[in-house]
């Protein structure tokens, strides 16, 4: 059987869902034919494909795989829309007959919890290309102690915000506000913490308590 591939109508359709975890996880380069791509730090490229068969009833799925050998049984992903549907009866699908496209029961599509869970994927790679069995150290330098107390804190104190402003108050004593915002900007920069508002990656937080990963 050949391929089949979404018309544009399909692909805008699913740029919204790309564009959404482009602002979550930084790495996104773009869409390059029917295909999304990241490149992770760690030496990971990450592929998305909106995968469906062309019939009335069927399941879309957002399929994603990660090109490398360091993160294991995490490799591949998939996010079909159905079990995002609120509805089982009536699964949310993109209707795409005779070259025209449009989602089907979009009402019953829970689209920011498979945006979500696309993040926290992308987000679990780079925490295993940081478990030092898969990956020498060297590739992440370590946290000092000032570090991983901060992370610790916006974990525990703050719900996973890296809130500038919060984190100085509480360790005006021991850190700059200027030295927060470099510290913050270079995580960002490293795809440690998540576009802004920021937020601790799993990856940050594996460096933070390597004993919980």
């Not at 730090?41 to 494909?49: A, D, K, Q, R, S």
Request: proline share 5%.
């Amino acid at each position: 059987m050949g391929l089949v591939y979404p018309s544009f109508q399909a692909l805008r359709l699913a740029d919204q869902i790309i564009e959404a975890v482009a602002g979550k996880v930084s790495g996104y380069q773009g869409r390059l034919g029917a295909r999304w791509y990241w490149r992770l730090n760690g030496g990971i490229l990450v592929t998305f494909e909106l995968a469906y068969r062309v019939t009335q009833q069927r399941w879309d799925v957002l399929h994603g795989e990660a090109v490398t050998p360091r993160v294991g049984i995490f490799s591949a992903a998939d996010f079909p829309f159905g079990i995002y549907g609120t509805l089982v009866e009536s699964p949310p699908f993109i209707h795409d007959l005779d070259g025209s496209a449009e989602w089907s029961n979009r009402l019953y599509f829970q689209m920011g919890h498979l945006i979500d869970d696309a993040c926290r994927w992308l987000e679990t790679l780079l925490a295993t290309a940081l478990d030092p069995q898969v990956n020498p150290p060297a590739a992440f330098p370590a946290l000092t102690e000032v570090e991983r107390i901060l992370v610790l804190y916006a974990v525990n104190k703050l719900q996973g915000r890296f809130t500038l402003t919060a984190l100085h108050n509480a360790f005006r004593d021991t850190v700059s506000y200027s030295a927060l915002a470099g510290i913050a900007r270079r995580w960002e920069e490293a795809s440690l913490l998540t576009g802004r508002p920021r937020r601790v990656t799993i990856a940050l937080q594996a460096l933070a308590e390597p004993d919980r990963f």
